[in-house]
């Protein structure tokens, strides 16, 4: 297996990606567990087509809030309160622009010291 994952070709095939080549310096034994968990993942049928296609849709849907109220309402049920609700990126984005808008505000009032303040900037 360490010989076809080593060939030129395969080199050539599998490296796609700008983080190098995964099994260059990989040892027999981590080899073999990646060996056994793509076998394993294999029979569960994880690498079936349709599963795939399924499981990227879904990973569409969940980024895209389909399921937001769905899990707001199963941390309610979970944990007795909504204080904490699950969030979302596009919530969480939200409350990051708003808190940098807050953050430039202050400063603009002169209430907060300039980050540039002690590395060499002025204010």
């Given at each position: 297996?360490?010989?076809?994952?080593?060939?030129?070709?395969?080199?050539?095939?599998?490296?796609?990606t700008?983080?190098?080549?995964?099994?260059?310096?990989?040892?027999?034994?981590?080899?073999?567990?990646?060996?056994?968990?793509?076998?394993?993942?294999?029979?569960?049928?994880?690498?079936?087509?349709?599963?795939?296609?399924?499981?990227?849709?879904?990973?569409?849907?969940?980024?895209?809030?389909?399921?937001?109220?769905?899990?707001n309402?199963?941390?309610?049920?979970?944990?007795?309160?909504?204080?904490?609700?699950?969030?979302?990126?596009?919530?969480?984005?939200?409350?990051?622009?708003?808190?940098?808008?807050?953050?430039?505000?202050?400063?603009?009032?002169?209430?907060?010291?300039?980050?540039?303040?002690?590395?060499?900037?002025?204010?």
């Amino acid at each position: 297996m360490q010989g076809i994952l080593r060939s030129e070709k395969a080199i050539d095939l599998l490296s796609t990606t700008n983080r190098g080549y995964p099994f260059l310096d990989t040892t027999k034994k981590t080899l073999q567990h990646y060996v056994d968990v793509f076998k394993k993942e294999g029979a569960e049928g994880y690498h079936d087509p349709d599963w795939l296609n399924e499981a990227l849709a879904a990973t569409e849907e969940r980024n895209a809030g389909v399921y937001d109220d769905y899990l707001n309402a199963k941390f309610k049920e979970e944990w007795g309160s909504d204080e904490n609700q699950y969030y979302t990126d596009t919530e969480d984005e939200k409350d990051n622009a708003e808190a940098d808008k807050e953050s430039a505000s202050t400063v603009a009032d002169g209430h907060e010291e300039s980050d540039a303040v002690g590395k060499g900037g002025t204010t």
